[in-house]
């Protein structure tokens, strides 16, 4: 990962490498400016020469990937990769359980109608889980604007033909010819069967998905989007020729052919897939894309058929933020794409809710008034130095505050609970996010990370 920068006056500079960030801190040339994303504040420089950076966004409805690269002569640089995870379902679960508490307590107490329809939705209205990814992008990008001196937003501005789709009668399958054709086809099956082949779910453990015929071209199948599915390469090549029926017919009583028993009959049944991920990407694209030109910053759009061309030609393998690398035009080698991934989760500040609530809606409990407990507030980053008893080491994690002054500290590996708040130092406030370093594959250990070789300093 690379370290962003910032001069004496808080202007932004080139981003730089980890060695060099740990010798200006060492050297007392610069202070911890941020934690998340990892950012240093030089002491006497003011300004300096900058390259073009590039902001490029893959959006989605559960995780964003953003990539942060720099356009060099010979070649496009990758600085830093994100993974921005939305929490959109849980704010419709919340306003969900919101609605049934209510209309469970018109029932138990008093009748008083429905105010469901007495507001006037104003022009541009979003539902609030779906202004929640458009929120949480444009925050991020705001604050990549102000560490590093970018030129543009690059932004796949993704379209899923949801009326074909859904009823693939209306007319053929007419889409781009050429060296762009069967890529969106294969994308809307993707997106629609959540990368998963629909027989056994992932079962067979085979990673390899191929766009499959549920009736066979030999029996009169036909290419049109409702014949087609997404299967394993293994179950693809199971199934072979055979009908749904015939195939049924002759599996076993394995844990794989069970798994295949009861995706045939989700398919027969045409309840296998899911649109509610495309249609919340349909929904906000273009609101993304007007909020980001109000930034100031020029912004460039690209279809998502480019973006996997371009993924396929540098020979990048699938991920979201690896996808956002390869979002616009790429007319040159893409390096230094093999690197940590700051995973940055949304997870809200908290609510005004004064009780707990049992299961009709009642209170049975009530909460502290005041957040903050001895400076502390449940999400901030702390550092815990405990020297006796017990639970004598040392934690680092998320801080949960109680009333009392012991505190629950959640680490990467465990949760400690009754930490005393004299134990305890403040790393970085909570601004809503949680933060782990991850792989292309899971999480890396602490000391591989930015924060770990620079270790836990306070912000200034």
Request: aromatic residues 6%.
């Amino acid at each position: 990962m690379s370290v962003l920068v910032l001069d004496k006056k808080k202007q932004a500079l080139m981003p730089c490498s980890e060695k060099r960030a740990r010798l200006l801190l060492s050297r007392k040339l610069a202070v911890v400016h941020r934690m998340h994303p990892f950012t240093i504040r030089l002491k006497k420089r003011i300004g300096g020469e900058t390259q073009p950076i590039q902001i490029k966004l893959d959006p989605g409805s559960k995780t964003t990937g953003v990539a942060l690269v720099v356009l060099l002569k010979d070649r496009i640089k990758v600085l830093n990769l994100f993974h921005l995870q939305h929490r959109g379902q849980a704010i419709k679960d919340a306003l969900e359980s919101r609605r049934g508490h209510r209309c469970m307590r018109r029932a138990k107490l008093w009748y008083r109608p429905a105010r469901f329809n007495n507001r006037v939705k104003p022009e541009g209205w979003l539902p609030p889980s779906l202004q929640h990814r458009v929120d949480t992008t444009l925050s991020l990008v705001n604050r990549l604007s102000r560490l590093a001196p970018v030129c543009e937003i690059v932004v796949e501005r993704v379209k899923f033909d949801m009326q074909l789709m859904d009823n693939p009668e209306i007319a053929g399958v007419g889409y781009q010819q050429g060296t762009l054709v069967g890529y969106t086809v294969k994308e809307y099956l993707l997106e629609k069967h959540s990368r998963k082949c629909v027989y056994c779910g992932g079962v067979s453990g085979d990673n390899i998905l191929e766009v499959e015929h549920i009736v066979p071209r030999s029996k009169g199948g036909t290419n049109s989007i409702k014949n087609l599915t997404l299967s394993c390469k293994c179950c693809n090549q199971h199934k072979g020729a055979d009908s749904l029926e015939v195939w049924s017919a002759r599996l076993g009583k394995s844990k794989l052919d069970v798994a295949r028993q009861a995706g045939i009959k989700r398919v027969a049944s045409g309840q296998s897939g899911s649109l509610k991920h495309a249609a919340a990407v349909n929904a906000t694209r273009n609101r993304l894309v007007k909020d980001l030109t109000l930034t100031g910053i020029p912004v460039q759009t690209s279809t998502g058929a480019q973006t996997k061309l371009t993924r396929h030609e540098q020979q990048i393998p699938k991920d979201h933020c690896l996808d956002a690398v390869c979002v616009g035009v790429v007319d040159k080698p893409i390096t230094d794409w093999q690197k940590p991934v700051l995973t940055i989760k949304a997870m809200g500040r908290g609510s005004y809710q004064r009780t707990r609530l049992d299961k009709y809606g009642f209170p049975r409990g009530y909460l502290m008034r005041s957040k903050s407990v001895q400076g502390f507030q449940t999400g901030d980053m702390v550092k815990s130095t405990v020297t006796s008893g017990k639970k004598s080491g040392v934690y680092v994690g998320r801080v949960a505050v109680r009333a009392t002054g012991n505190f629950n500290i959640t680490t990467k590996t465990e949760t400690v609970q009754g930490i005393s708040h004299k134990y305890c130092t403040l790393i970085s406030r909570n601004d809503g996010y949680g933060y782990l370093f991850t792989q292309l594959g899971g999480a890396i250990p602490p000391t591989t990370s930015a924060s770990g070789k620079l270790g836990y300093p306070r912000e200034r």
